[in-house]
Each structure stands twice: as C-alpha cells, then as structure tokens.
C-alpha cells in the first residue's frame, strides 16, 4: 500500500492531542472520537487490502536525527499491524465511553490521544532509538494519568508507577547501547540487529538479555516486579486503567517477543523464563482470590494473562509467538471492557467492593451482562478473541515444552473460577441488590458495545488477522 498510513495515523493522533489543548472543553470528546475513529478506519482499510493476499508489509522512513543518520522509520507487519489494530480499538473505547468519574475531561482526552500517538510509534517502530523514545512518552503520559485524573490515593500510586518505569527504562537504554556499540555497524535498525545478532559475543548477549528482560518484565508486568500494577490500577481512572492494562503492559511483551526474535542467546533462558512466567500466573491468581475490591481482581488477572503469555513467547515457535501476538490482542481489548465495566459499576452504586456491592444486574443490566461477557473472554470461553490466544498458545507451550507447557493452565482455571465467584456474588443474585446512586450514560454503553463488537469478532473471524501468516 503507497498510501503513507503509519505516519498519517501518527499525524492525526498527534494534531487530535494538540488541538484538544487548545480548543474548548466540549469539543474534547468529539476531537478524539474522530482521531481514534479515523486511525481504526485506515487500519481497517488496510486489512481490507492486504488479506487477500495474505501478506502486509508497509515500510515508512522520514527524517529524524539527520546528524547521525537516524531516521523515523517505521514497518508494520501482521504482528505489529495487529497490535496497532488493539491499541488503536482501545484507545477509541475510552475516548467514546469517557471517564465515568467525569474528572478532567480535557485533560483525559488530551492524554488519550498522546498515549494513542506512543502506542502506535512503538508497535510500529522499525529502530530502537526511536522505539526507546515512544516508550518513554507513553510512560510519562500514563504518569499523567493516574497523577492527575485518579482517587485519593493517585499521588502515591504514581510515584511507585514511575520509579519502576524509571528503572525499566534505565535497563531498556543500556541494552540499547550495548547493542549498538557490539553489532559490525553500529546501528538502531531493528531488521539489520536481528540479522546481526550471532556476532554479538556471547557473553555480551547475556548480559542484554538480562538487562533488557528487567526492563519489559516491569512493564508486563511480571513476578517479582509487578507491585506498581494493582496499586496504579485501584487508583487510577477508569480510561487510566483501561489504556495501562489494555496497552501499556504490552509494551512490555512486544520487547519481550523482539528480544527472544532479536538474540540467539535467547534459547539458553527459554526454560527458566517459561518457568518464571508459568509461576507468575500461578502467584497473582491465587494473590487475586485475596481480593475484595473488583478492580484490583481484574488487575491481577493482567498479571495472570502475561505470565501465560510470555510461556508462548519464550517457546521460540510459530504458534507460540503468534500465540502470544493474539493473546495481547485479546487480552488488551476484554480487560479495557472490564476496567470500563468496573468503573461504571463504581459510578452506579459508589462501591467497588464484592462484599457490599450486590445484585448489580437489577440496576445495571448492562454492565452485569458485560462483565459476565468479557469473563468469558478472560477465560477463553469458544467464539470470543481470548479462546482463539489460548489455543494458540498452548500448542505453541506444548510444542516446546511437553506436558510442562500446559502448567500455565492452572492460573487460567483459578482466575477463571475465582471471577465466576464474582460474578455469582455481586453481579446476578437478585435476592438481595445495592442502590443505585448514580444511572450509566449512554456513551458507556456505546463503549461496551465496541470492545464486546471486536473481542467476539476476533473470536468468530481469527482468519481476519490469521490469514496474515504462515503457522
């Protein structure tokens, strides 16, 4: 495709973002609406056209640093394209559904559109250097988020956010550097590194790997360095929550399937990190059944989901890493509906905690009906986007690693039954049903309806993204 599609979605993410800053409050909204719908509609343009062909690849350059001929280069690919595709679907949800809580509008669409404008340049990247500086920029607008737009515990909460992000990015740079500096031409491109990778000696693989491990893992996030995630999520606004669990972490786990793909070293650590990810899943889900608030429930369930996924990504197979691509996929889209839904439910009955909130589906059907919805997504109930990742993943998991490769599974099961519980206890008794304070906007609902739209299409139509590559 000639149409210069990258760059223009970066474009229109950018300009939305800035002209929601200088235009007034009541256009904020409608500014982002636009932007997100527009980015999604030359997406979908894009698919239209290459799925028949069954290959995608669109590579853009434009200068950047010209002084050290670095450029802002970018590709997209069936992976990349479809974690684009996710960024941009959730993006749009929060901007369309809006912040429950009504704080700050401007400001929370301003910011939406800057993190959109992050997501798409990371996914999209083709070099590091340019790959280090869209992270960072997501980084510091989530900051933002959870700083200015959260509860009354915000400050606190990000400040632990951003000294973990600090750190992460601190180990990502040097790992960049070292990088550079070993391959035959010093050089950021990400396609001419991974071409060049046997050269690095391998001692200094080793230590990239490790330091650059460190890094993504605290974005994933993943035992032990998970402690900033249910804390910046129980604070955070719902559209902070929504873009941190949605795409945020995947930043984390894209590095991590670049790093395994870039480093002939990687095959050494597939073991232990399959076991640490498989005891990561594990740990937050019997961590969630401790859980009284909902959010904080759906927040360890992230940290279940990433753990299996970075089982799949550390199987070094085709079914594990696009295993892995679906399973961010389907993860980013039904955990934004559930931190949607969550948020609503708060607004509803003022309360988020399963012990006092009860009989939500006699007040709010709709948001009942869409937490049980996404659940399924979450536990990979057949016909939804969640169902297709599982399968995936676990061929991909059993082709490398035996019997072993399944294990994972049993977070799967305890999140699952312990969300079923939930369900059963807050959402559809009706012998017993809280007041409702507050009544859910039609906006919201238009929000439960795109997310739950993609997250059943993706499970129904896999062809539609699978048709993309070769398992």
């Known amino acids: 495709m000639v149409f210069p599609i990258i760059g223009l979605s970066l474009l229109v993410s950018l300009v939305s973002a800035l ?6 409050v009541r256009f904020s909204r409608l500014i982002a609406v636009a932007g997100s719908a527009a980015i999604l509609a030359m997406l979908l343009a894009l698919l239209a056209v290459d799925l028949p062909t069954g290959t995608l690849a669109v590579a853009e350059s434009y200068p950047f640093v010209t002084a050290f001929n670095i450029g802002l280069d970018l590709n997209l690919n069936a992976i990349t394209f479809t974690l684009s595709l996710m960024a941009t679907i959730v993006a749009l949800a929060a901007a369309l559904a809006g912040n429950p809580e009504k704080a700050r509008e401007k400001a929370a669409n301003m910011l939406i559109m800057f993190f959109e404008f992050a997501a798409l340049g990371i996914f999209a990247s083709a070099n590091f250097f340019i790959f280090f500086i869209f992270w960072d920029i997501g980084v510091v607008v989530l900051f933002f988020m959870i700083n200015s737009l959260g509860s009354a515990n915000r400050r606190y909460a990000s400040m632990k956010f951003i000294i973990y992000e600090i750190f992460a990015s601190s180990m990502l740079l040097l790992g960049i550097i070292l990088i550079y500096f070993y391959t035959p031409v010093n050089s950021f491109n990400i396609q001419y590194i991974q071409a060049h990778a ?9 230590i990239i790997f490790v330091v650059m491990f460190i890094a993504f893992a605290v974005n994933m996030p993943l035992f032990p360095l998970h402690f900033w995630l249910p804390d910046a999520h129980t604070e955070a606004s719902t559209q902070g ?9 995947k930043f984390g786990a894209y590095g991590l399937l670049l790093l395994f793909t870039t480093l002939p070293i ?8 399959a076991i640490l990810a498989g005891f990561s899943a594990v740990y937050a889900a019997l961590v969630t059944m401790l859980q009284h608030d909902i959010k904080r429930v759906i927040a360890y369930t992230t940290i279940v989901d990433m753990g299996i996924i970075l089982v799949a990504i550390a199987a070094l197979n085709p079914f594990g ?22 948020g609503c439910m708060h607004h509803i009955f003022g309360e988020r905690d399963m012990r006092i909130v009860k009989g939500v589906v006699a007040k709010a059907t709709s948001t009942a009906y869409s937490f049980l919805l996404g659940t399924f997504g979450i536990t990979g109930v057949p016909l939804t986007a969640g169902f297709i990742a599982d399968v995936l993943i676990f061929i991909g998991a059993m082709q490398a690693f ?17 969300l079923y519980f939930v369900i059963n206890k807050s959402f559809m008794l009706t012998n017993e049903s809280s007041e409702s304070i507050e009544y859910l906007g039609v906006s919201h609902k238009v929000g439960y309806a795109l997310l739950l739209f993609f997250m059943f299409l993706f499970g129904i139509l896999p062809s539609l993204l699978l048709g993309l590559v070769k398992l």
């Open 19 to 24: 002209l929601i800053i200088v235009l007034n």
């Open 198 to 206: 046997a050269s690095i000696p391998l001692g200094t693989q080793e």
């Open 241 to 249: 929550s929504m873009l941190l669990s949605g795409v945020l972490t």
């Open 266 to 273: 990687a095959g050494k650590f597939a073991i232990p990190v």
């Open 321 to 342: 890493e696009y295993g892995a691509v679906y399973g961010m996929l389907a993860h980013g889209i039904t955990i934004a509906l559930m931190f949607l839904v969550v």
């Open 402 to 418: 035996g019997v072993y490769g399944a294990l994972p599974l049993i977070g799967l099961l305890i999140i699952g039954a312990f």
